[in-house]
């Protein structure tokens, strides 16, 4: 890889951090654990009304007539809202507003909504809604990433890239085709991974406020209340000044709370109509329907590999199954093809990406958000070539890992590297050494790898702000307040706050206040999605803390009239480093600094790095740091029933510096087990043959793990701090997820020598795969073939060693001219 | 989120008390013990009682009795947890002690109770849906809908019989307690289950579930298995009851094998049990028995996973169930 200029590597972490690094409690796990949380559905307004909203029976129709005069007239009800009443489309990203509150002229999927009402209590606005009688005129729908693509039914959208194709992405970075010609081997694959959806424990919630004096106050359990912001200034056509959204702790996310809803902004409007406040608490059935999960994706993969297991070259293509809308779809189809680079060196690259539109709940962000699949498809890719290499697969990968402080193909800058420390370190624990390839039948070793973004490089819109502020006040009392943006969905947000403000502070963080996710109260913070928080606001409250911090060491050393560098603050006193006996209370110090310089209050705020990348679709992929994990995962398959039990999981994840190491571990574990279910049982799957309806939306048949699939966790924290990170921190909320289904898969073959090649791995797969091998056939299950799809001329970006410069080699093309091959 | 619909709760104290009550109740009022069946059942709207009659009042539906001869009554209120937990039970049909811990969760087997289980509703994907839902798909035979998405061309209702505790119960040759309006009867409980997915139960609508009678524990084995995605929660989407009846040597004298969610009620397979009679549960006669009763298990795409892998998992989970009674005491 090619050297850059970096800043010095110095150790910002030293023996004198005193809650960084320190296994604290969280800020909130008081009120957590002795149910004093609020969470929306918690809350109540004097009059409030109760919203249901009717949706779509039927996949793709158009809405022929809708009438609400029944459930107008029904008692108790108090209002009725239709399409019409919103007319204003909105969608998370600029380049996808295609979505509307209620749907105006026809229904993409079943679930979408067409009515809501405003009654007195839950059970009369369900009652009003049986009332509402839509008249459809049905439609051809469009099942899946075949149907759509071939070209036969009518059209979901009227945008796209090509007929029912969202977006179409076509990149090269080198000779692709050079490389492939000079490998030793050429490994090509087709994987697939089923779509899931993030299943939080709590029920999507909101409770609009509007008051007579035209404000607007919103609060809802998302994780993005500053989007939110901005598309109820949209769709309601009101001044953002006089909107307020608050976003509530969130009852888990995991990025199914990241877009607008539709239901929060129909009970804004709701409100805004009656003047009563409204609230809504989907229920489990909608939680699926609002969706927003891991898109489905077909994966063809060739790779060319000299002898010694380097790449030589590599032809990356994805198939997305979008749904319905929009959403992140964009970013998810960039993301499929983003992070193939940043793990093992890849001298030349091309990717291409499609995502398609269907009748189904909409795709968007989960947890590791689009980049799972394509490492799911390339980890299992490498196991496979390492085979045929002879090689061990993890030394494999040890012998060609991307350097440190180096810019990939496609221009991603890679800072802290620390991945070779966890393959050795699970490789070490695991016993892999001794025992892969050696376990009883039925039993088996897998390796994979991973790596993330701890945050993204560019904001959803374009803009030129910072991505995250803090606002910090200081009282004459010692009491400090923290403001963020930043929202609270489970991951301990609010206690990296205090955390990072406490040690430069010098105080006890549980005596901080924080002050989170209210667009009124607070400076913007872009929200809790792609692993951004604890990198990005807690540099933006690092700098806010280390302002504050400046203005009381001016106003003691003036007081004790020494040199500022020899004034210190720790466990709450302030005090000489020369002369330990000369002290101060940190409130005193604040009184201090308050009579000097007045009300005390600073700002920190923070904005990534510019990505070296300068091509259409550069904006995908650039991170502030990269994250880096590596598994081995232990298996037990049942060779009469195909089933397959996880029985222990070896992760180490290299964090840069863990703020708090407990907390980072509980995110290990909870990554590991959100991939757990997604390797072996977890489906977002429809009845085609029932008008495209989900099959299962519930708790109990949508099947995730409980506790007796758990396996073991050993979780290993490797610690190479980041300069880009606050205190060298790195992320880890979903980075853990991605090696674990490829090391379950891998595992799988390792213990009875069958391939499956799809998630989830299903009894029935792993008894197909072992029936084809006691037939002698090839021992595999998965897809059998890629859709035909004629691919416009990728982008050429030449990589930096061979000169590039970042940018395309022809600036001025536009991608397009793909299309369907009938 | 999805609410009850409104009922009329009564509570009566005495058995009698609540056949009188159920005979002045408009048609469709419920009994109801544990709870864990029919409240979510209402809240997806597929029952609609206006009269809900709650059981848990009258003690001596809960009792659990031991007989002179060792055999164990068991009342049909007593909850899960109380079966699996009474040391009669855990002394003389271990099997059934086990099985109670295969349903559902620690927290349902709390609430729920056998007689519930007996008597739990047949269930389908289709059906197993809420209200919304169902509209969605036009409904269902079962219930609101003309037809059986299972097999669209079949005239009759395919749900599945999805009570662990009824395999098990059927190999073991208990019999059960009905109380109604026209007398008491007692039959063994194979009789109370019909192969329909809607009348399930050959029980009348007023008769009440009061007893369950265990024979008498001497001479004989059983056994379960169960097959599902996961270690809780889920029902079963195969269930595999076992019996046998073994002479001083050790030779099978008589034998039964059920299969639960393979049809809408337990199924009975003879000629597997009739492969075991005269063995002494030998290898050879257990894979044959497991290969008969694969042959008679026709799963219908209406639980979890694939009807192909549900067929495929019969074999191994008869054989699992026989070499349990094999190394059984």
């Known amino acids: 890889m090619a050297p850059v200029e970096s800043p010095p590597r110095k150790a910002q972490t030293d023996d004198r951090l005193r809650v960084v690094g320190t296994s604290l409690p969280k800020v909130d796990a008081v009120a957590k654990v002795t149910g004093r949380t609020k969470f929306a559905d918690d809350l109540f307004l004097p009059r409030m009304l109760h919203c249901r909203m009717l949706r779509s029976t039927t996949p793709h129709a158009e809405i022929v007539s809708i009438d609400t005069q029944r459930a107008e007239e029904h008692p108790g009800v108090v209002a009725v809202l239709v399409g019409r009443d919103l007319p204003t489309p909105y969608g998370i990203l600029p380049v996808s507003q295609d979505e509307h509150a209620l749907c105006i002229d026809k229904v993409r999927f079943i679930g979408d909504p067409v009515a809501a ?116 200034a949209t769709v309601l056509e009101m001044a953002p000044s006089r909107i307020r959204v608050i976003a509530t702790p969130n009852g888990g996310g995991f990025g199914g709370k990241s877009d607008p809803f539709n239901h929060e902004i129909v009970v804004a409007e709701l409100s805004r109509r009656t003047g009563r406040p409204v609230k809504i608490c989907l229920n489990r059935e909608e939680v699926f329907y609002c969706h927003r999960g ?72 989960k947890r590791g958000h689009g980049t799972p699949q394509p490492r799911f498809a390339l980890e299992v890719h490498i196991d496979k070539a390492a085979e045929k290499l002879g090689l061990d697969p993890a030394r494999m990968r040890l012998d060609h890992l991307v350097e440190p402080d180096s810019v990939t193909a496609n221009y991603l800058k890679i800072g802290s590297m620390g991945l070779g420390a966890c393959i050795e370190k699970v490789v070490a624990e695991s016993g892999w050494n001794d025992r892969y390839g050696k376990l009883p039948e039925g ?62 502070l010098g105080i006890n963080p549980f005596e901080i206040d924080i002050i989170t996710a209210d667009t009124s109260l607070t400076p913007v913070d872009l929200g809790s999605y792609s692993s951004r928080v604890t990198l990005m606001t807690g540099n933006a409250a690092l700098q806010a803390a280390e302002r504050a911090r400046e203005l009381l060491v001016r106003s003691v050393a003036e007081k004790w009239d020494v040199p500022g560098v020899r004034v210190a603050m720790a466990d709450r006193q302030v005090f000489d480093v020369q002369d330990p006996e000369c002290t101060m209370t940190f409130a005193e110090a604040v009184v201090l600094a308050e009579s000097k310089f007045g009300t005390i209050g600073t700002v920190g705020s923070y904005t990534p790095p510019r990505s070296p990348g300068r091509y259409r679709g550069a904006g995908v992929g650039p991170s502030p740091a990269y994250s880096y994990s590596a598994t081995v995962a232990e298996v037990s398959v049942d060779v009469d029933t195909g089933e397959t039990h996880v029985d222990d999981v070896w992760i180490a994840h290299d964090i840069g510096q863990a703020i708090n190491p407990v907390v980072a571990i509980g995110q290990v574990e909870g990554s590991v087990y959100m991939g757990l279910g997604e390797a072996l049982m977890e489906e977002m799957t429809y009845r085609g043959n029932r008008n495209i309806v989900h099959h299962h939306p519930s708790m109990l048949e949508y099947k995730s793990p409980t506790t007796h699939e758990m396996c073991r966790v050993h979780t290993y924290l490797i610690e190479d701090p980041d300069p880009n990170g606050p205190f060298g921190a790195k ?92 | 989120m999805m609410r009850l619909p409104k009922f009329r709760f009564q509570v009566p104290a005495t058995v009698d008390d609540a056949i009188a009550q159920k005979r002045e109740a408009p048609p469709g009022a419920a009994y109801v013990a544990g709870g864990t069946d029919l409240y979510p059942n209402m809240k997806r709207r ?36 109380e079966v699996a937990t009474h040391p009669d039970v855990r002394v003389a049909y271990p099997a059934l002690a086990e099985t109670m811990h295969l349903i559902s969760t620690p927290i ?44 669209p061309q079949s005239p009759r209702c395919w749900a599945v019989q999805s009570a662990d505790s009824v395999p098990l119960l059927v190999a073991m040759g208990a019999t059960v307690d009905l109380v109604g309006p026209d007398g008491d009867r007692s039959i063994p409980i194979e009789g109370l289950y019909r192969d329909d997915g809607i009348l399930y139960l050959s029980k009348q609508q007023d008769e009440l579930l009061t007893r369950i009678h265990l024979p008498s524990p001497n001479g004989w084995r059983s056994s379960y298995r169960k097959v599902r995605r996961r270690g809780a929660f889920d029902f079963p989407v195969l269930g595999v009851g076992a019996w046998a009846e073994l002479d001083a040597d050790g030779v099978v004298q008589g034998a039964r094998i059920v299969l639960g969610g393979v049809a809408s009620s337990p199924v009975v397979v003879e000629t597997a049990a009739q492969a075991l009679v005269g063995s002494s549960l030998s290898a050879e006669a257990i894979d044959e028995a497991a290969e008969l009763a694969w042959k008679t298990g026709r799963p219908l795409d209406n639980t979890d996973f694939t009807l192909y892998w549900r067929k495929e998992m019969i074999r191994p989970t008869v054989r699992r169930a026989l070499e349990d009674l094999a190394s059984h005491r």
């Not at chain 1, 991505?467 to 009491?479: E, Y």
């Not at chain 1, 001025?812 to 001219?817: D, V």
């Open chain 1, 294 to 365: 891991r898109h489905p994706t077909l994966m063809w993969i060739k790779t060319g590999f000299k002898q010694d297991g380097s790449i030589t070259g590599m032809h990356f293509r994805s198939f997305l199954d979008g749904g319905a809308y929009g959403s992140y779809g964009v970013a998810s189809t960039y993301y499929t093809g983003a992070l193939q680079t940043v793990t093992y060196p890849v001298a030349a690259y091309k990717f291409e990406g499609l995502r398609v539109f269907t009748n189904k709940p909409p795709c968007g962000p």
């Open chain 2, 46 to 81: 597929h029952q609609e009682p206006s009269v809900v009659i709650a059981l848990h009042a009258i003690d001596e539906l809960r009792r659990i009795v031991t007989g002179a001869d060792g055999a164990v009554s068991i009342g049909a209120t007593a909850t899960l947890t």
């Open chain 2, 108 to 151: 349902l087997q709390n609430m729920g109770t056998i007689g519930g289980n007996v008597l739990l509703d047949t269930r389908c994907n289709y059906y197993d849906q809420n209200y919304e839902w169902r509209k969605s798909i036009d409904f269902c035979m079962k219930k609101d809908g003309e037809v059986c998405w299972v097999a």
């Open chain 1, 443 to 504: 039993k088996g070793l897998g390796l994979a790898c991973g790596s993330y973004i701890s945050g993204a490089g560019l904001p959803i819109y374009w803009n030129n702000m910072p991505h995250s502020g803090v606002q910090l006040k200081l009282d004459r009392g010692g009491g400090v307040t923290v403001f963020c943006g930043s929202t609270e969905i489970g991951q301990g947000s609010d206690s990296v706050l205090a955390y990072v403000v406490a040690e430069v």
């Open chain 1, 731 to 822: 992320e880890v909320g979903q980075g853990p997820l991605l090696p674990i289904p490829p090391a379950i898969v891998n595992g799988v073959y390792d213990a009875v020598g069958a391939r499956v090649d799809e998630v989830p791995v299903t009894p029935q797969k792993v008894l197909a795969a072992l029936k084809r091998k006691a037939k002698q056939e090839e021992p595999r299950e998965g897809p059998k073939k890629a859709p035909q799809f004629v691919w416009p001329e990728a982008i050429q970006v030449p990589p930096p060693w061979a000169g590039g410069d970042g940018r395309a080699r022809d600036e001025r093309r536009e991608i397009g001219g793909g299309g369907v091959r009938k």
């Open chain 1, 117 to 232: 009402v405003a009654a007195i209590d839950e059970a009369t606005a369900f009652e009003a809604c049986e009332l509402i009688e839509v008249e459809y005129a049905p439609l051809d729908s469009v099942a899946d990433i075949e149907d759509a693509l071939d070209g036969d039914d009518p059209a979901i959208h009227a945008y796209g890239d090509a007929h029912n194709v969202h977006k179409v992405v076509a990149l090269e970075f080198g000779d692709v085709e050079a490389g492939l010609a000079d490998a030793h081997l050429v490994q090509e694959d087709l994987l697939f991974y089923e779509g899931n959806t993030h299943l939080p424990m709590e029920q999507h919630a909101a409770l609009g406020d509007y008051r007579p004096d035209d404000r607007l106050t919103l609060w809802s359990s998302s994780q993005t209340p500053h989007y939110v912001h901005r598309a109820l």
